[in-house]
């Protein structure tokens, strides 16, 4: 990895330096702290160096996404919400909206995207909130559920309905009309900010339309969807590094029966399953990044893959990780303890686990008829 990365790297493990459970107890990170890694463009490190990012590809993006996500998942999810922003904003947006809009969000402000309703989960074609025109000004309503980061965006990035298809909207956060709510103690990544957004004709300029206008709603959908599954698919692979850390330090220092629980046969097996999962989950995670860095036409595949591998993988890693552990691991807010909770929700978030399979299916029978 580059100097950059090191130096990226290191930056976020001064950050965090063990705080994480204690944010996940308290359900908050401290916003300065947010600011102040997305100040550095480091929220979303792939958007181009022209507008205050990185610029790195999607594979040393994702490497640095693990990394954020083996110490906390609630950090990850805050930086997989600002790369959707920018990466909507990238493939959406005019010159002039990329413009306006990435380098506020590489220079400390703050984007939550909102997808979810009470009646739109992983039928998204269910979606209501309706974006219209109205003597020259947008007018947005509609209410969307679970949106991570929302509790601390300067920015939502809100898809709706819009003429005859759809389309993406930038709200600002204090916008008239716009009532934010917190959700009340989420199972996992509880300290993400997660958010149900209220808009009640919320009247906003005609330039805060990003497009999609004569777009299906879920193809539109997917454009930002594609990059949330990469994100947290990398962010499974850091669930999985840190479980395999502290269930690594934890058996060889721990003694029961004379002997280092390293050296029972069923604990080494037990670790040998989740250095499977994290080779597993990070094969997957690699090969879907080189895909989106060398433009295959697998790379849709090769993302709804690695989303699924890696939640798979991790929630079954984390709860191996908090069994081997037992009560050294069974604390509210310890690693595992936070990686079990954490996981269980990659596995719905971004596309479930049964979503992520009959897309998988389609994806293979289209490939065999090719053939």
Same mark, same amino acid.
């Given at each position: 990895?580059?100097?950059e990365?090191?130096?990226? %790297?290191? /930056?976020?493990t001064?950050?965090?330096?063990?705080?994480?459970?204690?944010?996940?107890?308290?359900?908050?990170?401290?916003?300065?702290l947010?600011?102040?890694?997305?100040?550095?463009?480091?929220l979303?490190?792939?958007?181009? /160096? =022209?507008?205050?990012?990185p610029?790195?590809?999607?594979?040393?993006?994702g490497?640095?996404?693990? @990394?954020?996500?083996?110490?906390?998942?609630?950090l990850?999810?805050?930086?997989?919400?600002?790369?959707?922003?920018?990466?909507?904003?990238?493939?959406?947006?005019?010159?002039?909206?990329?413009?306006?809009?990435?380098?506020?969000?590489?220079?400390?402000?703050l984007?939550?995207?909102?997808?979810?309703?009470?009646?739109?989960?992983?039928?998204?074609?269910?979606?209501?909130?309706?974006?219209r025109?109205?003597?020259?000004?947008?007018?947005?309503?509609?209410?969307?559920?679970?949106?991570?980061?929302?509790?601390? /965006?300067?920015?939502?990035?809100?898809?709706?309905?819009?003429?005859?298809?759809a389309?993406?909207?930038?709200?600002?956060?204090?916008?008239?009309?716009?009532?934010?709510?917190?959700?009340?103690?989420?199972?996992?990544?509880? /300290?993400?900010?997660?958010?149900e957004?209220?808009?009640?004709?919320?009247?906003?300029?005609?330039?805060?339309?990003?497009?999609?206008?004569?777009?299906?709603?879920? $193809? $539109?959908?997917?454009?930002?969807?594609?990059?949330?599954?990469?994100?947290?698919?990398?962010?499974?692979?850091?669930?999985?590094?840190?479980? $395999?850390? %502290?269930v690594? #330090? @934890?058996?060889? +220092?721990?003694?029961?029966?004379?002997?280092?629980?390293?050296?029972?046969?069923?604990?080494?097996?037990?670790?040998? =399953?989740l250095?499977?999962?994290?080779?597993?989950?990070?094969?997957?995670?690699?090969?879907? #990044?080189?895909?989106?860095?060398?433009?295959?036409?697998?790379?849709?595949?090769?993302?709804?893959?690695?989303?699924h591998?890696?939640?798979?993988?991790?929630?079954?890693?984390?709860?191996?990780?908090?069994?081997?552990?037992?009560?050294?691991?069974?604390?509210?807010?310890?690693?595992?303890?936070?990686? @079990?909770?954490?996981?269980k929700?990659?596995?719905?978030?971004?596309? +479930?686990?049964?979503?992520?399979?009959?897309?998988?299916?389609? @994806?293979?029978?289209?490939?065999l008829?090719?053939?």
């Amino acid at each position: 990895m580059s100097d950059e990365y090191a130096d990226a %790297a290191a /930056a976020v493990t001064a950050l965090v330096a063990g705080r994480a459970g204690d944010w996940d107890l308290a359900g908050l990170i401290p916003e300065p702290l947010l600011r102040e890694l997305g100040a550095t463009g480091r929220l979303c490190a792939t958007v181009p /160096a =022209e507008y205050g990012g990185p610029g790195w590809s999607s594979l040393a993006g994702g490497q640095f996404t693990a @990394h954020v996500g083996s110490l906390c998942s609630s950090l990850r999810s805050v930086m997989t919400s600002q790369g959707m922003a920018a990466w909507t904003v990238e493939r959406l947006g005019t010159a002039a909206q990329r413009r306006a809009y990435l380098p506020r969000l590489t220079s400390g402000e703050l984007a939550a995207v909102g997808f979810s309703e009470p009646l739109a989960g992983s039928d998204l074609s269910a979606i209501g909130t309706t974006i219209r025109s109205e003597g020259g000004m947008l007018v947005v309503d509609g209410h969307k559920v679970w949106v991570t980061a929302a509790h601390y /965006a300067d920015l939502l990035v809100v898809f709706g309905r819009y003429g005859e298809g759809a389309a993406a909207v930038v709200i600002p956060a204090d916008a008239p009309g716009v009532r934010v709510r917190r959700v009340a103690d989420p199972m996992g990544c509880r /300290a993400a900010g997660h958010a149900e957004v209220i808009l009640e004709g919320v009247r906003l300029p005609a330039d805060h339309l990003l497009g999609g206008d004569g777009l299906s709603l879920p $193809l $539109l959908v997917t454009t930002a969807l594609a990059y949330g599954r990469i994100s947290v698919a990398w962010g499974c692979v850091g669930i999985l590094r840190g479980c $395999l850390a %502290a269930v690594a #330090s @934890h058996v060889v +220092s721990r003694r029961q029966f004379g002997e280092p629980l390293a050296s029972h046969q069923l604990v080494a097996r037990h670790v040998a =399953e989740l250095y499977v999962a994290e080779q597993t989950a990070t094969r997957a995670c690699e090969h879907a #990044s080189r895909c989106w860095d060398e433009g295959t036409p697998d790379m849709v595949g090769a993302t709804v893959l690695a989303k699924h591998v890696g939640a798979v993988q991790a929630a079954r890693g984390a709860a191996t990780a908090v069994q081997v552990m037992a009560s050294a691991g069974a604390q509210d807010g310890h690693v595992v303890a936070r990686a @079990h909770r954490d996981a269980k929700l990659m596995e719905i978030i971004e596309g +479930s686990n049964e979503m992520c399979e009959l897309m998988l299916a389609q @994806h293979a029978l289209a490939t065999l008829e090719g053939s």
